[in-house]
């Protein structure tokens, strides 16, 4: 049974900084991609970094620079560090997990990184606040 939880949302000021963590059960890293996406209310997913199998990152222009995705694969866990947050940061972040054998997560043209992309497991979210 897939298990994906996450954890450190909060608020911060512009310019400040967040690390997000995921911990995951029911599926080895080494055979998932897995990743991060974010939605506002009212608005549609919007994907914004993932992992592949081989070590490769992607992520989406808008958090390109300022994100930083990384996992250790020995405890099943999936981080995204946030620096330089803006406002329009401001959402709840998921951690999703998917087969690598999808494809979702080759480049940052791939379907991750579409506007709406449903993957196939994510968590409950955890929720970000960048105010003035």
């Known amino acids: 049974q897939v298990n994906i939880v996450e954890s450190g949302g909060g608020s911060v000021h512009p310019g400040g900084s967040l690390r997000l963590s995921c911990t995951t059960s029911?599926?080895?890293?080494?055979?998932?991609?897995v990743g991060w996406f974010r939605q506002i209310p009212g608005k549609g997913r919007e994907g914004l970094s993932c992992?592949?199998?081989?070590?490769?990152?992607y992520y989406a222009d808008s958090v390109k620079g300022r994100f930083t995705i990384s996992k250790d694969s020995a405890k099943n866990m999936v981080f995204l560090q946030m620096d330089i947050l803006k406002p329009e940061d401001t959402a709840v972040y998921y951690c999703?997990?998917?087969?690598?054998?999808?494809?979702?997560?080759?480049?940052?043209?791939?379907?991750?990184?579409?506007?709406?992309?449903?993957?196939?497991?994510w968590g409950q979210g955890t929720r970000v606040i960048v105010f003035s």
């Open positions: 999703a997990a998917e087969a690598s054998s999808l494809g979702s997560c080759r480049s940052e043209g791939s379907s991750w990184f579409r506007p709406g992309y449903e993957n196939d497991y």
């Open positions: 029911g599926f080895s890293l080494d055979s998932y991609a």
């Open positions: 992992s592949n199998t081989d070590g490769s990152t």
